[in-house]
């Protein structure tokens, strides 16, 4: 039998999914924009499904910063806008930088969840290290997430998540634009195949990796929450406490195998900082493994 304890250590199952849903709800609007835009407005003035150029459209859609500009020039113009339309989309729709710019400073629609992550990570050392009979003050995570380093901890972790979120965008926007381009100039005209081109690309690139982000980002920020405690309740040594899975056949359960090096392993703070996650879906934690002296 397997805990829930056991099977999710870090105790991020949830705020995992509810990240990566908040990312792949915001890309999936971003295909609807596709839908509205190419097919309903038809703004490049394409045809239904063959290569016959059909006249305007008679649809009208407010105009809107991401909304795809209306274009009737070359087709080198029209691979241009939509170049500029997805870029522009990615940004406002699922990137959502803007009205923070390069300063988010924890505005960040993700920064609740890596915030809370980073907490959970201080929970998880305060519980560990009472278990190993250290010390440990009666205080709220959130207020000891307010001294120390943990703020400036805090703040690089949140940065990062959006890093890597716009590393996710300006991928999904290039390659949706790339697809775009190679059908559009190898003579497909069709607006229902060219928006499913596009939007192919934002469930394959945009969707995919906005989930394993999410469960990276989350773990990455509990792991470094966790450590960073460690060091403040004088825990010098960690060992690995692996996650526990279930195998659905035998019905018995071992640890995941990518991290059984873990269990048990012995190593100082610095050598355990950055060691999860060691895959996208890790849930594994480090423990005490000095006894208070
Ligand atoms: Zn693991």
């Known amino acids: 039998m397997v805990t829930a304890q056991e099977n999710d250590p870090q105790n991020l199952v949830d705020e995992k999914r509810r990240l990566g849903g908040a990312i792949a709800g915001r890309f999936r609007d971003l295909k609807g924009l596709v839908i509205a835009d190419l097919i309903e407005r038809d703004a490049l003035g394409l045809s239904l499904s063959g290569s016959t150029a059909v006249g305007e459209s008679s649809i009208s859609v407010t105009s809107g910063a991401s909304h795809l500009s209306e274009t009737r020039g070359s087709d080198a113009e029209k691979v241009a806008a939509v170049g500029d339309w997805l870029r522009r989309a990615t940004t406002n729709e699922v990137l959502e930088t803007e009205p923070f710019g390069n300063d988010i400073s924890g505005n960040h629609y993700t920064s609740t969840y890596v915030t809370g992550a980073y907490e959970t990570g201080i929970r998880h050392a305060d519980r560990s290290a009472r278990a190993a009979g250290y010390d440990v003050p009666d205080e709220e995570a959130a207020a000891v997430a307010g001294a120390g380093n943990h703020a400036n901890r805090i703040e690089s972790h949140n940065r990062r998540v959006v890093d890597d979120l716009r590393g996710v965008t300006t991928a999904t926007a290039t390659q949706a634009t790339r697809q775009f381009s190679d059908e559009f100039s190898s003579g497909n005209r069709s607006r229902y195949q060219l928006a499913d081109e596009i939007n192919d690309r ?50 018995d359960s071992g640890v995941c195998a990518q991290c059984r090096f873990l269990e048990g392993n012995v190593y100082t703070l610095e050598e355990a900082r950055g060691m999860i996650p060691q895959h996208p879906g890790c849930r594994c934690v480090f423990l005490p493994a000095n006894p208070p002296s």
Not at 206 to 227: E, F, K, N, P, Q
Not at 233 to 241: D, W
Request: charged share 30%; aromatic share 4%.
């Open 202 to 251: 934002v469930d394959k690139i945009g969707i995919t990796r906005g989930r394993t982000l999410a469960r990276v980002g989350l773990a990455r920020a509990h792991h470094d929450g966790s450590m960073e405690r460690f060091g403040e309740l004088g825990i010098e040594l960690v060992t690995g406490r692996a996650e526990h899975v279930r195998f659905t056949t035998a019905g």
